[in-house]
């Protein structure tokens, strides 16, 4: 598969008059063809998915599935140490403001004036931190991947949301190829294994597979669903090899690649057929489902799905660190389950 760049799939809109100030029309205004169902705020500008998913949402001729939720208010930060994604702030922020979105100067002021929250921080570490004022002020909200930085945080993120009652799901915009979601749909009968892959560059800041290699650990989940039990990871500078075992026999595996052709795809193979996955369909996808979502407060995403797909990427970490011996789910499950508690 040919080296795909996701940022290619974005749809440039303009909405004409659209900028910040008191003399220009709001994000609102410019959809005066659309019923609004609610406001939606953004939280962190150090990603280039905040401006791609404002560009389809604020789109004043947005077809149905995508409509009715315009961005009307940006908080800008965002990552604090992680110089790939902070230095993007300055650039993303003007950028947001030409598409009518207000730049306010902290979450509160934020939640004061949406309805739903994407929170879209690059830095997984903040995620629960910036949340949880989210949940408190009672607001759904989408948290880009990855959901945290730990598999402690991931857990505690979705034990604060059931505290408050406040619907949360976490995704990569792979789940919605529209490949992936025939083979979900039965398109080959039951899958019975899987290989998958994407780029996996490494952050020092967080587990291996979270910063990049969710994209293609997502597709293999969103095809195999849940019940891997182990994992066991072969790793060099160049590759990672995860294979994992689900409790019912079946095996899916991911490639991380960190050199040469790089792209996203994979291979499932069910009970009356074979099928590709790919390729990328880009962003809109996922909108469709953030907007529904929003409108029906019905997660497309469990966090029990979310979660294992977490610890597998942590189990694939520990058996690196064990030169690649086979690693139980439930072994990193209970240790993080308790890590979450205190």
Known sequence: MKSLNRRNFIKSVSLSGAALGLAQ????????????????????????????????????????????????AAYPYGSKDIESSVSRIPKY?????????????????????????????????????????VFEAGKPVFIDKPIAASLPDAIALFNAAEKYGVPMFSSSSLRYMKSAQEVVNGSIGKVLGADTYSPAHLEPTHPDLYWYGIHGVETLFTVMGTGCQSVSRQHNENVDVVTGKWKDG??????????????????????????????????????????NFFKTGKPPVSAEETLEIFAFMTAADVSKQRGGELVILEEVMSEAKEKAEL
Request: charged share 20%; hydrophobic share 40%; aromatic share 6%.
């Open 93 to 133: 922020t003007e950028e947001i403001q030409q598409l009518g979105v207000k730049i306010v100067d902290s979450v509160a002021t934020l939640l004061d004036e949406v309805d739903f929250v994407l929170l879209e921080t690059n830095d997984g570490r903040r995620h629960l931190e910036q949340a949880l004022p």
């Open 25 to 72: 029309p709001s994000a609102i205004a410019a959809l005066t063809d659309q019923k609004v169902i609610g406001k939606v705020g953004i939280i962190g500008l150090d990603t280039s998915h905040s401006v791609a998913f404002t560009k389809v949402l604020n789109d004043a001729n947005a077809e149905s599935d995508v409509a009715g939720c315009p961005v009307v």
């Open 250 to 291: 079946r095996i899916g595996t991911f490639r991380g690649m960190r050199s040469g052709e790089l792209g996203y795809g994979g291979t499932a193979f069910g009970e009356t057929g074979i099928a590709p996955l790919g390729p990328y369909d880009g962003y809109r996808p996922l909108l469709v489902e953030i907007v």
